[in-house]
């Protein structure tokens, strides 16, 4: 029997509201979960393309290498949610491994002591780049770059240009060793990630945090004390820059003056990656920053194993980067 106008079109009106439901439906999926997907078929591709990939002790080396990085892109990752952004971080880590290298010597101080001191190092950084900021209202980006230099200059100068070496095994094991067989960089970024998570979701000063990003005008008239947050965050972010920078300094067994070259683009692609939105602000995770450090970690490997060049590799990190933005800008419309 054929169906009467009126029936025809309620069932249409019915058919295309289920329809928007589901794009509905697969955005929100996708806007949740899609960073995962794309973890999950990275890891399927490489698998395929190198029998070698999908091992204990390869995975295993792939996610102590990401650690650093990560450490650092969580910190970058609560700036950005700001609405900030932090070029120092890279010059940071190496203040902070030529500090603590030269306290590290057996016979000297004790383990504590290289540890704060590097810790100082990206405190001192941070509450810098933080008070300049919020007070002075300079642009992140034009604060944290010239930090980029002083830091970098500081090392060079504090190092005389030097590597330093020589550390006492407690010192090393920061980095080299292993509690009930798993790296000790991987239990920091794991102790780091769920602290920063429980300070993000369970805390006001994380409300604060994700408020200042959304809308920093209805962040004042509510009260935050939008200031004293974005110092906190800065100094927050430099913390963990100096922390990575120990590790990776008792990891290599030397001091750098040259060390963390880079880590500061890394940092801000593991965090864009995974879903920090640098054009909107407010909207940022540490799952999705780990995630987006083990992308950029299992491109980079599988592209070792596939004995692809490195300068391949970074063009490939740079299209990726890129196409993170598009696709953030994309999903914000």
Known sequence: MALKHGEAKINNKTLNKNNAVSISNFKQMYNRYGIFFILIALVVLMSVLSPSFLTVINIMNVVRQISFIAIVGIGVTMVIITTGIDLSSGSVIALASVVSASFAHPNTYPLVVPVLLGLAMGVLCGAVNGSIIAKAKIPPFIVTLGMMTVARGAALLYSNGKPIGNFTNEFIFLGAGKIMGIPVPIIILLFVAIITHIMLNNTKFGRHVYAIGGNEQAAIISGVNVNKVKVLVYTYASFLAALAGIVLTARISSGQPGLGVSYELDA????????????????GTVAGTITGALIIGVINNGMDLLNVSAYWQQIVKGVIIVAAVLLDQIKNK
Do not use: K, N
């Not at 801000?268 to 909207?283: E, H, N, Q």
């Open 268 to 283: 801000i692609a593991a965090a864009v990656i995974g879903g920090t939105s640098l054009s909107t602000g407010g909207i």
